[in-house]
């Protein structure tokens, strides 16, 4: 059986609009979340705005448990999606293979758009 796993490779851009997401979600100032990260007041601010550097791995980890997701979820390829696609395989482990098997046939017979 064929599977394709995606693979997403993160640009600077997707990163840093990434932190910034996740930061306001978290409803978190740049400020304060620089301040958190043991960094300048301004450092999120910069990253932010003139998007001329990333941060090192230390602060990346920092930033990312600062805003209360994990890597996983971070650097999952639909951030977005994150919490549903985790539940589906949640409740896709407890299930039997029979059903599973139908779950797929199911989905690849009425595939949306």
Do not use: W
């Not at 693979?7 to 958190?36: G, H, P, Q, W, Y």
């Not at 090192?56 to 549903?84: H, N, P, R, W």
Request: aromatic share 8%; charged share 30%; with cysteine.
């Amino acid at each position: 059986m064929h599977r394709e796993i995606r693979c997403f490779v993160m640009c600077k851009e997707e990163i840093i609009n990434r932190i910034s997401k996740a930061r306001t979600k978290a409803n978190l100032s740049a400020r304060a979340l620089s301040c958190r990260i043991g960094m300048n007041p301004g450092y999120i601010n910069r990253l932010e705005s003139k998007r001329d550097f990333l941060p090192s791995t230390e602060a990346m980890l920092k930033i990312i448990e600062e805003c209360g997701l994990t890597e996983v979820q971070f650097f999952y390829y639909d951030i977005d999606a994150y919490e549903k696609d985790k539940n589906i395989i949640e409740i896709l482990s407890t299930i039997s293979s029979e059903k599973k098997d139908a779950i797929i046939t199911l989905l690849t017979n009425n595939k949306l758009g």
